[in-house]
């Protein structure tokens, strides 16, 4: 097991049980060599006996426990026997260690925010820290499935370096309530946490793997704590320093913690020290979008936030790959939670850095060609699609900051297909087959932009079928580059992916991975903030960037549209993955989230691929998928419609199981949520974020509309929107009309003048709110606000969880996605 640098850091100690009893037996055998000494000889002075449970460690080192002269006395095989035990990295007795639960739509952790204030619940999180024995802390570093515990962080982890720079009079251009203007020196770093607008005015700083030179324009940022903070370095300048600005900004993102507790706690906390020293002479209260962080004991909310440092190794490949321009053809594999997007973002951010045409005579103005086939966890789209996209600027954030592109100045989705599923194994023959359409797309790309290099990110199904998909990628895409992301092997995938680049003659390039160990959302959580970030995400035309919008789903007006009749305006709906009976599809198909597909061709339904996966038949067909739909007798979909009894026009295709369509001749839109079926007037009720010109121009060229049901997860944050935000109502109005009132506080002036019947008015309609919002079905609202619970919640809600990998066949990383 690979320890992290600050884990070899800390002192050593005993990691187990069995290191508690041979320090006793090392005693016990003290203890009997002393009684053989003769009477006269001299003896150490003993205070006390050492208490046989193991002392909780600090900062300082483990806690003495007797004098130096017991120290010096203890023997030398009990020294040995100590260094033995310390080099144990898998405690032998059993680890109290559990699943994560996966986030329940019950909103008690709401109360917890209401009842429980962020300094008294980092008081809390600091004393039960401080109980915590060196028991705790050995379950953290021992080896079990996925996560770990809940556990709190070490205290040797807290104080952990995130700037060398250091903010003084000298290096401080200019600064007010929303702006800091400083110069970094060569080889120093700044970390920020929150989000911002930097503009680089003179010298080049390095972010995200982008170089960025001085020019006009802005680039957004988000560092959230959920992820690894981005790091600001010059890496030349002018007279030894880069100058920066970085400028609070106001895109809505952070307003989204009023819908989901997923979404609290992330941004910058309170000012930190640098951040007073830039806001002297602003009003006390001001406080910006971004914070910046020495270590990582400056945070405020005691998060644990770490910078994001490349290994050298990957700086070198990245510099190599960048260096074949326009000819770069890369596909970054490797097993789960090896830093593969980390790596592909960067490499990606570094391409697309808008160099000047002196330094090598290459401008790239094409852009760069992404192809994510990471259904699980895609960059640039939400869950369950592959895609290919065009890229003309970097990006700096986390998936959940840019989850659609929807044709931005930076970029658009040139083709994306839905898969249904979170893995590419439920169906790989279909996978296979948007896979080559998705290429035929890039290779017509190539025609309007011959320098546009490729990108591919594949996903972490890398045992099984999913090596045999590589391979055949590797052996059929005319790959330039292959990078495994792991040093480690095993060999069982090297072998035949090495053999596969050999007879591509491609060469392969293996690099160490460099995961993640302590992260504060499950990836289950962070699929649940990337589409909800979706849904709540739009791009207006007259702004660069995008905005987020806090109101919920029930209070948007949804988009009717006639499932039968005249004026029928879908197509059709079909189910993937399963086996679904005509009745039931009412039930299957509210409150789910679907794929809108627009189908090129009436002919789009794959007979031959159906009955294969009727017959059970798994292996993958890699001549068929080579050949495409040519091979595979086409049915017309209007043939394969079957109507329910609430007159659904189903897609029914032999027993009704998983039928996709072919990628060939359909495409997707993006996803939609089904709010209400109303069978009396055979209307659906959706919502979804897909821009109303995609549709328009969809149906103009044609183009039938299918509704697809996957197997994405069910939006339990859409469920529970309105209760958070109907409680997040209440606490903003009682805050506003409660406390002392200052000197110039206008709204405090306008609360203590208005009338206690209007008062008392307003606030029962916000509770009122609240309690219709909490009785929906599939939501359970737990009111035990003693304190237990508000500690237990707030523990859960800070708590970290301690990621392991594993690469072997059949692990469970390898199937949970």
Request: negative net charge; contains cysteine.
């Amino acid at each position: 097991m690979v320890k992290r640098k600050a884990e070899k850091q800390q002192p050593a100690g005993p990691v187990s049980a069995v290191a508690a009893l041979a320090a006793r037996r090392a005693r016990q055998q003290q203890e009997a060599q002393s009684a053989n000494v003769p009477a006269d000889a001299p003896q150490a002075i003993v205070a006390s006996e050492p208490p046989s449970k193991k002392s909780r460690q600090s900062l300082d080192g483990p806690e003495a426990t007797g004098t130096k002269e017991e120290h010096r006395t203890r023997t030398k095989a009990a020294k040995k026997q100590d260094k033995l035990l310390r080099t144990e990295t898998i405690p032998e007795r059993p680890l109290r260690a559990t699943r994560p639960q996966k986030l329940e739509v019950k909103p008690e952790l709401e109360d917890t925010h209401e009842h429980l204030s962020d300094e008294q619940s980092e008081k809390d999180q600091v004393e039960h820290t401080e109980k915590m024995d060196e028991d705790d802390i050995a379950s953290v570093m021992g080896d079990a499935d996925g996560y770990e515990s809940p556990a709190e962080t070490p205290a040797e982890l807290r104080n952990f370096p995130l700037s060398k720079a250091r903010l003084n009079e000298s290096n401080i251009v200019y600064s007010d309530e929303s702006t800091l203007c400083i110069r970094i020196k060569e080889r120093t770093n700044l970390a920020l946490v929150g989000h911002y607008d930097l503009w680089v005015k003179r010298g080049v700083v390095s972010l995200m793997g982008a170089k960025l030179h001085p020019s006009s324009q802005l680039h957004r940022v988000y560092a959230p704590s959920t992820h690894s903070l981005p790091v600001i370095k010059c890496v030349a300048g002018i007279d030894g320093d880069a100058e920066v600005e970085i400028k609070s900004c106001t895109s809505g993102i952070s307003r989204l913690r009023d819908l989901s507790p997923l979404y609290q706690r992330i941004w910058a906390g309170e000012n930190t020290a640098a951040d007073k020293i830039t806001l002297k002479g602003a009003a006390k209260d001001s406080k910006r979008t971004f914070s910046v962080l020495y270590t990582s004991a400056d945070d405020s909310l005691n998060r644990h936030i770490r910078p994001l440092h490349l290994d050298k190794k990957w700086s070198a490949s990245m510099k190599g790959l960048s260096q074949r321009e326009g000819q770069l053809r890369v596909l970054i594999c490797g097993p789960k939670a090896s830093g593969k997007s980390t790596f592909s973002r960067y490499l990606l951010n570094h391409v697309l850095s808008p160099t000047p045409e002196t330094e090598n005579g290459y401008t790239n103005t094409d852009g760069v060609a992404f192809l994510d086939l990471d259904p699980g966890q895609p960059e640039f789209a939400p869950m369950g699609q592959v895609y290919l996209a065009r890229l003309r600027s970097p990006f700096f954030g986390p998936p959940f900051t840019h989850p659609s592109l929807d044709d931005s100045r930076d970029g658009e989705i040139v083709r994306a297909h839905h898969i249904g599923a979170a893995s590419p194994k439920e169906d790989p023959d279909h996978y296979a087959l948007a896979v080559m359409d998705l290429m035929d797309q890039y290779r017509s790309l190539l025609e309007k932009h011959p320098q546009c290099p490729l990108i591919i990110n594949y996903p972490g199904w890398i045992f099984g079928q999913g090596l045999e998909v590589a391979t055949w990628l590797v052996r059929s895409l005319g790959l330039s580059d292959v990078v495994y992301m792991s040093e480690k092997g095993p060999s069982e995938v090297v072998d035949p992916l090495g053999l596969a680049a050999r007879e591509a003659r491609v060469p392969l390039t293996i690099l160490p991975s460099q995961p993640t160990d302590f992260v504060s959302r499950s990836s289950a959580q962070l699929r649940a903030m990337q589409i909800q970030s979706y849904f709540h995400m739009s791009h207006p035309n007259d702004l660069i960037t995008s905005l987020w919008s806090d109101v919920p789903l029930s209070r948007t007006r949804p988009i009717t549209v006639d499932y039968a009749g005249a004026r029928q305006g879908i197509l059709g709906v079909m189910v993937m993955g399963s086996q679904i009976n005509p009745d039931l599809l009412h039930e299957t198909l509210e409150g789910a989230i679907v794929g809108v597909v627009a189908v090129e061709s009436p002919n789009a339904i794959m007979s031959e691929m159906s009955a294969s996966n009727d017959e059970g038949h798994d292996d993958i067909d890699m001549g068929s998928a080579n050949s495409g739909a040519g091979n595979s007798a086409e049915l017309s979909i209007p043939d394969c419609i079957v109507r329910t009894s609430e007159d659904l026009p189903y897609l029914f295709v032999g027993s009704g199981s998983c039928t996709p369509l072919d990628p060939k001749a359909s495409n997707c839109l993006g996803l939609a949520l089904v709010r209400s079926i109303d069978t009396s007037s055979r209307k659906l009720e959706i919502s979804t974020p897909i821009p109303s010109s995609h549709l328009e121009k969809a149906i103009e060229q044609g183009h039938g509309i299918v509704l697809v049901r996957g197997q994405l997860d069910n939006p339990n944050w859409a469920i529970s929107e309105e209760y958070y935000a109907a409680r997040a109502a209440e606490r903003r109005y009682q805050q506003s009309t409660s406390g002392p009132r200052k000197a110039g506080d206008i709204g405090s002036e306008q609360a203590y003048e208005l009338d206690p019947a209007e008062h008392s008015r307003t606030l029962a309609l916000l509770r009122e709110r609240v309690r219709r919002a909490s009785n929906v079905p599939w939501m359970t609202v737990v009111e035990d606000n003693s304190r237990h619970q508000r500690e237990v919640a707030a523990r859960r809600e800070k708590s970290l969880w301690k990621l392991r990998k594993k690469a072997y066949p059949g692990s469970e990383s390898e199937a949970d996605y």
